[in-house]
């Protein structure tokens, strides 16, 4: 599993980004995919999931302005980031964790094995 982040960028607040990973070793469809972001100084924290079969997980304070969608023949995972705050500032990460087939994806903010280099969103 390679993983490749871009889209990040400078915004002013009340923009919008998409960030876009895709997965280099076509291997999406068989992955449990999530969003991370960090924070100078913060901890890594998880931003949004979404399973196999589409079911989608956010950190609860940013339902409503994020949106996570995978396109499996594309090999791409997005994360659509409306009305952007000065607190969104991070580092985002894409993630993904292989899990058995027919297996749930399990807790959203857990257990990935693969990541992405990251893209640095700003809000000013």
């Known amino acids: 599993v390679q993983l490749v982040e871009s889209g990040g960028g400078s915004v002013q607040a009340g923009g919008s980004l998409n960030l876009t990973c895709v997965d280099s070793?076509?291997?999406?469809?068989?992955?449990?995919m999530g969003w991370f972001r960090q924070a100078p100084g913060q901890e890594l924290e998880g931003v949004a999931a979404?399973?196999?079969?589409?079911?989608?997980w956010y950190k609860e304070s940013l339902k409503g302005r994020f949106t996570v969608s995978r396109d499996n023949a594309r090999q791409t995972l997005t994360l659509q980031m409306n009305d952007l705050k000065p607190d969104d500032t991070a580092m985002y990460y894409c993630a993904a964790k292989r899990v058995d087939f027919g297996s749930p994806c399990g807790n959203w903010k857990i257990g990935y094995g693969y990541w992405g280099q990251g893209t640095q969103v700003t809000v000013s």
């Open positions: 070793s076509n291997l999406l469809k068989r992955l449990c």
């Open positions: 979404i399973d196999r079969d589409g079911t989608a």
